[in-house]
């Protein structure tokens, strides 16, 4: 309930938002997306072909990839796609009921990570993989609120890759019509404040075949009690 409250704060002043995004000109820092009740910044070419092309092969071949199993309104299914989670020793997570364990930092996500962080200004100390294989592989619709990454946590997602649409969508306020974002190849997201308990998000099945995208998305998992 807290969260709806917190969403519904700038609700008296309603805003009219139909919003396709698509930035194809590199920018030298991570340009702000107007969305109220969040902090949304992308930035276009972070990595530029053909690093972006090597970063995506060696990737694609040094993953431990596995499609999980979940828990699903009390049914296990297997995720429309696969991944595989690295970090720091201990930072472990649980979501729909299965509980992941950080696989070793290699040495090309070391270097992902550092380049990040420099940009950012932040460290991270975990990196969830999603590899999509084709136009059937998705996300539902969800926010990454779990315990572990505090109230606000900051994630950085970086797509290699086919272009896939990124769709936002206000968790309480009817008035905000959906926002697509297009996630391009070496491009960088960034998700701070309250964006994670005020919308949601989802990367949606395409009609139009689709070649293999790689997604990684930094976390910070915190040492719960």
Request: hydrophobic letters at 35%; glycine letters at 4%.
């Amino acid at each position: 309930m807290w969260r709806d409250a917190a969403c519904r704060a700038s609700a008296a002043c309603p805003i009219e938002m139909s919003v396709s995004l698509s930035l194809f000109d590199p920018e030298p820092q991570l340009q702000p997306i107007p969305m109220p009740d969040a902090d949304v910044r992308f930035r276009h070419g972070f990595y530029q072909p053909p690093q972006s092309q090597a970063l995506f092969d060696m990737l694609l071949a040094e993953t431990a990839w596995r499609q999980e199993t979940i828990t699903l309104w009390e049914q296990q299914r297997l995720q429309p796609r696969l991944s595989a989670w690295y970090g720091d020793p201990g930072s472990r997570y649980t979501y729909s009921g299965t509980t992941f364990h950080p696989l070793p930092w290699t040495a090309t996500l070391l270097r992902i990570k550092a380049d990040i962080e420099r940009t950012a200004g932040l460290q991270f100390n975990s990196v969830l993989l999603n590899l999509y294989r084709d136009e059937h592989d998705s996300v539902a619709w969800h926010s990454d609120h779990e315990r572990e990454f505090g109230k606000d946590p900051v994630i950085a997602s970086l797509s290699l890759g086919e272009t896939r649409v990124f769709r936002f969508r206000h968790r309480s306020r009817k008035d905000l019509k959906r926002v697509d974002l297009e996630l391009t190849d070496g491009s960088l997201l960034l998700m701070a404040g309250p964006t994670q308990r005020c919308w949601q998000h989802a990367i949606e099945k395409e009609r139009r075949p689709c070649g293999p995208r790689i997604n990684l998305t930094f976390r910070t998992i915190l040492q719960l009690a």
